[in-house]
């Protein structure tokens, strides 16, 4: 019997054709004109560095108003984005807002909406936070920001803006994911626990959004070289200074690197994802995708989807709510 852990030839061969087919693959995407987003008004959380930064640039350039939040302001990176944003004449607006506080998503909404006309149709969830190590070392301070950031400051946004969606009875809903959000990698603090969690408030998401005219897409990067892990570093260092030694002892070699993490070795281009996501923008509404992996590179990520939606489909899709799932899905 085959061992089934074993390629097999044809899947070998198909491999090769699949990696000699790639150049021109990636040339003729190269070639493809990049999406008009003119009259889209797009807010987006966490644009001090990374995804959110490049995003807020690439939706303003394609022609969107785009209202780029950030928290701590004063600061030099919305100093940087704004001048940035003037120097090319991009209808791009900063604005703080701390996702992890209910005073400051109130507080800038509010400013937001009044900077779009009291109309924003697209909502991207970009902020985030990570803090490595395992799970016994990452105390209730840890847990609670990381949860804190990456999930109820989701939820935050999403109550703030589904309204005026709701009443449109259109709108777009980005969450950030990660390939992390699918599959486990040992030593990884809560990373995974909270980006398990943004998989499923999504997906049941959209499905209640079917009725509403709102389309909801989970983006799900692989590794890419930004400032996630310099701001992880910032986090995970604190936890393991105030860990106690013992304790990490018992877990190396998972405690041995925490805080010391470069991200060094990975080279895609960061503004993949911003790319994927305007594409999906400009897609029609109501056939937009409920996932998209995104990374040049492996997306193990991309079997679990596949299986996924055909169990959801399976399990309802003949049942009373097979009319949502089947709209997400089909």
Do not use: C
Request: proline fraction near 7%; charge should be neutral; charged fraction near 20%.
């Amino acid at each position: 019997m085959p061992d089934r852990h074993t390629p097999s030839r044809r899947a070998l061969i198909a491999g090769a054709a699949a990696l000699t087919a790639a150049p021109a693959l990636l040339h003729a995407a190269a070639l493809q004109p990049a999406p008009s987003l003119k009259g889209r008004t797009v807010l987006i959380t966490g644009t001090s560095s990374g995804f959110g930064r490049i995003g807020a640039l690439h939706y303003a350039r394609l022609g969107a108003k785009v209202i780029a939040t950030m928290r701590n302001i004063p600061r030099p990176e919305a100093e940087t984005l704004a001048a940035e944003a003037a120097k090319d004449k991009l209808d791009l607006h900063v604005v703080e807002i701390d996702v992890t506080s209910d005073v400051s998503v109130e507080t800038g909404i509010a400013k937001a909406l009044e900077l779009a006309n009291g109309r924003i149709d697209t909502l991207v969830n970009n902020a985030g936070v990570g803090i490595t190590g395992p799970v016994e070392v990452q105390d209730m301070e840890a847990t609670r920001l990381i949860f804190e950031t990456n999930i109820l400051g989701i939820q935050r946004m999403l109550l703030a803006l589904l309204p005026q969606m709701r009443t449109a009875k259109s709108g777009q809903v980005f969450n950030i994911s990660s390939q992390l959000g699918r599959v486990i990698v040992p030593g990884g603090g809560h990373y995974s626990a909270t980006k398990f969690a943004v998989e499923a408030l999504s997906e049941q998401l959209a499905y209640e959004l079917v009725p509403h005219g709102i389309d909801v897409t989970i983006i799900q990067p692989g590794g890419y070289p930004t400032r996630v892990w310099q701001n992880r570093n910032v986090y995970t260092g604190a936890l393991r200074d105030r860990s106690e030694a013992a304790l990490l002892a018992a877990y190396e070699p998972f405690t041995k690197g925490m805080g010391n993490e470069d991200g060094s070795g990975r080279s895609a281009d960061p503004a993949d994802v911003p790319r994927a996501i305007a594409e999906v923008m400009a897609m029609p509404p109501g056939k937009r995708p409920l996932r998209r992996a995104v990374h040049p590179g492996a997306k193990p990520q991309e079997a679990i989807n596949k299986v996924a939606a055909e169990v959801q489909l399976a399990w309802l899709g003949g049942s009373p709510l097979g009319p949502l799932i089947r709209a997400v899905h089909d």
